[in-house]
């Protein structure tokens, strides 16, 4: 009890980070309360819509537990949350984590909250509260999993819907940190095999955070400059964009033009198919932006030059749901 006394004391301060100032931390003590509370007065919203969205890691726990290094693993949990949030053109306001362990160690749990505060803060959300369960004979030792819940706040006339999405609308890909959160138990696989090397420059992309693009989206929502997005996590980049497409209306995509990494290429190297590739990673495209043609200089005005979206499609009326043409240049 000493070790999880001294977890929730720590979770106490460092979750204060998460806050804004003049916001819940002067109304409300969270943690090591029953509930978390939040104060939806502060939002000033006429038709507020809440949007939520729960998600964990996969499979790179155990690249994480590979390298021993746990401060980053977090960012990955808020990313894949609030990314989602952020497709509907909501605004992440708060987030609850979950973290189970076969044995409660101190330093290694304390690393991987760091990384979820890092995340916080740069979702511009507030970490509200969680949980943290010892479950011996359910996790082998060193063993553990991590998920997340996130919401967010959108108005009601500014939700993004697939009716918004328009003919002649152009598709932007913005462009990933690396592998996100997604694929890792092929590229475990890979790893294992006998034959397998990993040049020394790219085991850093195994485990580099998922890029959050809360803030960017956040200034495009504002100023109303697409009609659509999509979070390109499992399922690939076409899977996931298709989500967000109009019954009536064709999703094209030209192959040629997406700018891979090194990453995907050495995985690509190692015997795996384009077609298995794509519905697996996001092979370099980590979000997706759909909007009139007008709007393309603004947009990339937002973004960084690491993560400047490109036009690699356009929406058309088909009978078919999707058409590519090219092919992905390793």
């Known amino acids: 009890m000493a070790a999880a006394d001294k977890l929730v004391n720590y979770i106490s301060k460092i979750s204060r980070k ?6 819940e931390k002067k109304s409300f003590k969270n943690i090591g309360s029953f509930g978390s509370v939040y104060d939806l007065s502060q939002q000033k919203m006429t038709n507020p819509i809440i949007v939520s969205s729960t998600d964990g890691v996969g499979t790179k726990i155990e690249i994480a537990n590979m390298f021993k290094k746990y ?20 605004k992440p306001i708060f987030f609850l984590d979950y973290i189970a362990v076969n044995k409660l160690k101190l330093n290694k749990v304390k690393k991987i909250l760091d990384g ?7 979702s511009g959300c507030a970490l509200l509260g969680g949980e943290t369960a010892e479950m011996p004979g359910t996790y082998n030792k060193d063993k553990f999993d991590i998920a997340g819940f996130a919401v967010g706040l959108v108005e ?11 003919l002649n609308d152009i598709v932007l890909a913005v462009p990933s940190s690396g592998l996100h959160s997604n694929g890792f138990s092929l590229v475990r696989r890979i790893l294992m095999k006998k034959n397998s090397h990993l040049p020394f420059n790219l085991k850093k992309d195994l485990i580099k955070p998922t ?34 497409i109009p019954d ?39 979000f997706c932006l759909i909007s009139n043609k007008k709007n393309v200089k603004q947009i990339k005005k937002i973004f960084t030059a690491e993560y400047k979206p490109y036009e690699i499609g356009f929406i058309s009326k088909e009978k078919s749901k999707i058409k590519t043409i090219g092919k992905m240049r390793w």
């Open 116 to 122: 979820i505060v890092h995340g916080c803060k740069l």
């Open 71 to 90: 401060n980053t693993i977090g960012i990955d949990l808020v990313a894949m949350c609030v990314n989602d949030l952020i497709v509907q053109g909501a």
């Open 156 to 166: 009601k006339k500014k939700l993004l819907t697939k009716n918004r999405i328009k």
């Open 18 to 23: 998460t806050y804004k100032k003049n916001t």
């Open 248 to 286: 009536d209306l064709c999703l094209n995509i030209d192959l040629s033009k997406i700018k891979t990494k090194p990453i995907f290429k050495w995985l690509k190297k190692n015997n795996i198919q384009d077609s298995e590739m794509l519905k697996t990673f996001n092979c370099g495209v980590g």
């Open 211 to 244: 890029k959050i693009y809360v803030e960017e989206l956040n200034k495009i929502n504002k100023k109303k400059l697409i009609n659509g997005c999509a979070n390109i996590t499992g399922g690939g980049l076409l899977n996931n964009t298709i989500r967000v």
